[in-house]
């Protein structure tokens, strides 16, 4: 693996702290829109939080080939590294099967049985939960960086303790 540049890698991290507060704001808003009735709203903040949870899922969780191209954690330092809050890591592993099969293709799961119960604010907060732990890792790694992800980690939590 090659060696970023610090600019390429502010980048990356600005891309990075996007994400996570998309899928913070995404998945506040859904309540409301579940309140309003309003089904358009409600699937596609949904689907937007998915997005965004599939791909942070990938980035802090998940070690998965990918593609060359594919922005990896270990790109900020040790490999080491391991992802926790435990249960929170558990829970993301468990629903990254069900997020594939229902967000990213058309699978006999999604119309056969019982529609998804999605618990939006769990995939949301627990995501975020390792987030706030990788920002330790961090912090010790590449402290240039630390300052830019905890600017976009404090709005991710400031949008989840908000509410709808």
Do not use: C
Not at 57 to 86: L, M, Y
Not at 136 to 157: C, D, G, I, N, S
């Amino acid at each position: 693996m090659t060696r970023r540049a610090t600019v390429d890698l502010q980048e990356a991290m600005n891309h990075l702290g996007y994400e996570l507060w998309m899928l913070s704001e995404t998945s506040r808003r859904i309540p409301a829109a579940k309140r309003d009735a309003d089904v358009v709203a409600t699937n596609a903040y949904l689907e937007s939080m998915l997005f965004h949870a599939r791909a942070l899922s990938d980035f802090f969780v998940h070690k998965k080939k990918g593609f060359p191209s594919d922005i990896r954690r270990t790109e900020f330092g040790s490999v080491d590294w391991q992802p926790g809050p435990a249960d929170a890591v558990a829970r993301i592993e468990s629903n990254s099967p069900v997020i594939d099969k229902h967000l990213a293709h058309l699978t006999w799961e999604r119309v056969s049985g019982e529609p998804h119960e999605w618990r939006y604010a769990e995939v949301a907060a627990d995501l975020v939960a390792v987030a706030d732990d990788w920002s330790e890792h961090l912090a010790t790694q590449v402290p240039a960086l630390y300052p830019t992800f905890m600017e976009h980690l404090v709005k991710a939590r400031t949008a989840l303790s908000a509410g709808p």
